[in-house]
């Protein structure tokens, strides 16, 4: 006998299924602590997928390298163990050079500037630059510029020599201190506190947030305010997995993600503000405020890198990012 399914019968079948569907779990990985720019973001998207989204998705955000550290997060998003991280643009190296333009220091003379490059064409391209990798990138999110600490004052580009940076895994950030006579040592985010503190490394560079957040004003006697670059984020997903979710679902994560980037970006320099505020309240470190000709001598300094770089980001890249810049520079 066939059996007869009556149109309610179906309305019926369909909705408990949706009602005892598994909701789509997201785990969203980051290096950082909780109460910075990322930090932040990562908590908003969580509060605001589960109440728009209420048993559809589940996101579930893992701080401080408790899950994935920089040295396998990259790896474990393509192979789906985590479907969401915001990874510094420098960790993309391995994956594309095109990013690489962010690295390049003294390229943008502030954070507005970074973001009209993010914002324009270029920028938005190099959101889809490593789809082929399965990579897909959602979003840019904004921490801030750059300061450099050290065991020693820094005025001079060549006060530096002979100390060694931490630095992230970008090839242009090594030779960024090989131009001023620094030697570097790529390490994880979450180990920089202790390298700095057993003296492995004797300076790094970090916006605000991170310094503080990370103590590392404690183990850093001297922050030169040289705002020389930028650490920014890509919001990156696996691509099959995102493309895989129900549209709806997509469509509406993806609202959400416009909605937390504007926040993200409107707070960020605030944010660092403020932690630059409470390092310098904090007294263990000396801020060295540098004067425009000592600036201009770090630049110079630090210039011939982007020679360097260039054919390999792609001038049209490195020149649509030069152009956001305000400021006329020799
Ligand atoms: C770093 O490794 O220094 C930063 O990129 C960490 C982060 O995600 O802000």
New binding site residues.
Partial sequence: MKPIITLAGLVLAVASACAHAEPIVIKFS???AED?P?GKGALMFKRLAEERLPGQVRVEVYPNSTLFG?ANELEALRNDEVQLL???L??FEQYTKQLQVFDLPFLFDDLDAVDRFQKRSKGRQLLRAMEDKNITGLAYWH?GMKQLSATRMLRQPSDASGLTF?I?PSAVLEAQFGAIGASTQQI??AN?YDALRSGTVQG????W??IFSKKMHTVQPYIIESGHGV?D?MLVSNTRFWMGMPHRVRSELEAIIDEVTFMVNQEAEELNKADRERIRQAGTSEIITLTPEERQRWREAMRPVWKEFEPVIGADIVNAAETVNRKQHN
């Fill in positions: 980051h290096v950082v910075t990322k920089d915001a990874p510094s420098a960790k921490n931490r992230q994880p985010f920089v790094a560079e970090n916006p947030s991170n650490v984020y």
